[in-house]
């Protein structure tokens, strides 16, 4: 059995809210999936203050600690989606002030094969094998090809996606061309964009995070008739040399992967210009952003407050040497 490469994962997600919140409903994709190349272990999640669902049943019992190891979420609150990704729900109708949601889990990855790409079917040809045709048999990967909230279907990502599918291209071949193009063309630029910025403005920038150069890459593949999907998820990143790692210092990512008959899903890094691979933790996939936002919910009150998010991913032989990121004042 081929030895794994086990990943040692924390995500922090604190709201310290401008006023109290009165009645709050949310939803989380926080769950890792176990892939045919990733597997999980010792995934626990921790909210304080207790949702209503964990609260205790009878009046004056004792209420267990909300950053308790291994609380598990009611099984009424979590369920899957179209795509098998697990969702969580949970809801606070007491008065609060601040939220404060933690993920852990180690997941252990195994390197994936890389596909012989030259040999893989044209992307004219995998382009109409997807068009719907009455009374043929259609594949998991069709609903990829259609628009979704961020990721529209356009004449300028078509164009964009063309100077990578060239006529005759292999579709792997291309994928892994449009990757570098992405990575070229755009400049990675904190702040330039928000979560709610499209593929079609984000080409436009030619600049913003991991979540645009998906959008773009998408909706370039999925504009020429392509099947592509989003995938969110960690990255492990290394510290400068000589220096320490530091707990919280990084952030979530997000790569795309694309379809083709013979190999299935091919899963390429535009950020970094790499195939996915021992560095990446796979959480959930689905057409782009909106379908995975790792948590977002509905709150009455609150005023304004935004999220402070802190990740950390770490090789276990790493974990006694890790340090905290020094606190702002």
């Not at 061309?177 to 030619?206: D, G, K």
């Not at 913003?208 to 392509?226: K, N």
């Not at 990446?280 to 407050?305: K, Q």
């Amino acid at each position: 059995m081929t030895a794994l490469r086990w990943l040692r994962v924390q995500h922090d997600t604190h709201y310290d809210y401008d006023a109290p919140v009165e009645l709050a409903h949310h939803v989380a994709y926080l769950a890792p999936r176990a892939t045919a190349v990733q597997q999980v272990r010792g995934w626990a999640l921790s909210i304080d203050p207790l949702p209503d669902e964990w609260l205790p049943l009878q009046e004056g019992a004792e209420e267990p600690s909300a950053l308790q190891a291994g609380l598990a979420l009611p099984a009424a609150q979590h369920s899957l989606d179209s795509w098998g990704n697990q969702r969580l729900t949970f809801s606070h109708s007491r008065v609060h002030e601040r939220l404060t949601v933690r993920s852990t889990f180690e997941a252990g990855l195994a390197e994936p094969v890389m596909p012989d790409t030259g040999r893989s079917p044209a992307w004219e040809e995998v382009a109409e094998s997807l068009r719907y045709h009455a009374g043929a048999a259609h594949s998991e990967a069709v609903e990829f090809t259609l628009p979704s909230q961020f990721v529209p279907r356009s004449a300028q990502l078509a164009a964009f996606g063309r100077l990578a599918f060239t006529p005759g291209r292999s579709v792997l071949e291309g994928a892994l061309a449009l990757m570098n193009l992405v990575h070229e063309r755009f400049e990675y630029q904190p702040q330039a964009t928000s979560v709610n910025t499209r593929a079609t403005e984000a080409l436009s920038l030619s600049r913003g995070v991991c979540q645009d150069f998906a959008h773009v890459m998408i909706g370039a593949c999925r504009s020429l008739g392509l099947a592509a999907r989003y995938v969110s998820g960690y990255l492990l990143t290394q510290p400068p040399p000589g220096q320490p790692r530091l707990i919280g210092a990084d952030a979530s990512h997000a790569w795309a992967a694309v379809w083709c008959p013979d190999n299935g899903w091919l899963a390429l890094d535009p950020t970094n210009n790499v195939p996915v691979g021992l560095d990446h933790v796979t959480l959930a996939w689905g057409r782009d952003y909106a379908d995975v936002a790792p948590l977002r919910g509905v709150i009455r009150g609150g005023g304004r407050a935004l999220p402070r998010v802190a990740v950390t991913v770490a090789p276990q032989d790493e974990l006694p040497l890790l340090r905290s990121v020094p606190k702002e004042t």
